[in-house]
């Protein structure tokens, strides 16, 4: 007996140090990379492996509920706030969480994309250039204005009962997660513009098929909770998505990571702007 439960223990440790250990890794390294969550680091000195790496981009659509959480928690807790201090108050959470991570790629695209004047190699070498230029102030400023507008508008709706709390809470808990599965599609369909950076490291190590079913599966949730809406939301972001492919590949090539950064924010304003003229 005594043998028995130390087989069934060693058993146990292996499938914890096979299976659920690496998806915990991954989850960390996608947290750490896409929010401000402190998660320790689980390495220890070593480095990622590309496994790791696969995973944890398999991952970026849950991190994007956890950041839906935070919002969709914010919305809640300030709830009984007038309008305007809700949308100020949740627009904070919605950047804090994120450390202004892909408002900082959207704002390198709208500088590259003027600057650039055309010209691939310009255009790559504002994308680099750690500078905030007028084009990019003027991007986030516009993106974060839309944000907070929407955010106000759906506030002012909750004021006057016409949409109960915990919709929106749902809707806006599953913005930031489909934002990021479009991450995954983007990365399978378009080739990295250069042969290093982050661009070519998603590209290199998402593993096709699974990516595929997580996309999938996000969008079927969404349908799930959001029912017909879904599909308005779909259509949006496949369009955005597709616009933007296609503005990438003339311009570039291809994409990277400030691109697929940019893909996200625009994706985030399209849906909210969606919802809050839905709920209107």
Not at 118 to 123: A, Q
Not at 194 to 214: D, I, K, Q, S
Not at 245 to 255: D, H, K, Y
């Amino acid at each position: 007996m005594k043998q028995q439960s130390i087989r069934l223990g060693i058993k146990a440790q292996a499938f914890f140090n096979t299976h659920l250990v690496p998806w915990w890794r991954a989850f960390v390294i996608a947290t750490r990379f896409l929010t401000r969550i402190p998660l320790p680091d689980p390495r220890g000195g070593a480095e990622w492996q590309g496994a790791d790496s696969g995973r944890a981009a398999l991952l970026y659509p849950l991190v994007g509920l956890l950041l839906g959480g935070i919002l969709g928690l914010a919305v809640w807790l300030f709830s009984a706030t007038p309008a305007p201090v809700m949308a100020t108050l949740a627009l904070i959470a919605w950047v804090w969480g994120t450390g202004a991570l892909h408002l900082d790629g959207l704002a390198d695209c709208a500088d590259a994309w003027v600057g650039g004047l055309g010209d691939r190699g310009r255009t790559l070498e504002i994308l680099k250039d750690p500078h905030l230029g007028v084009m990019g102030a003027v991007a986030l400023l516009l993106a974060l204005v839309a944000k907070w507008s929407a955010l106000f508008a759906i506030a002012t709706q909750l004021d006057s009962g016409a949409v109960g709390l915990m919709a929106v809470a749902l809707a806006l808990l599953l913005i930031p997660a489909l934002a990021r599965a479009q991450i995954l599609l983007l990365a399978l369909i378009t080739p990295p513009a250069t042969e290093t950076g982050m661009g070519a490291a998603l590209r290199a190590c998402l593993p096709p098929v699974p990516a595929r079913a997580v996309v999938a599966t996000w969008w079927l949730l969404a349908g799930l909770l959001l029912g017909w809406s879904a599909l308005g939301w779909l259509a949006l972001a496949a369009g955005l998505l597709w616009l933007w492919r296609a503005s990438m590949r003339q311009r570039l090539g291809g994409f990277t990571g400030d691109t697929a950064g940019a893909l996200v924010e625009m994706i985030e304003v399209g849906l909210v702007l969606l919802l809050a003229a839905g709920l209107g």
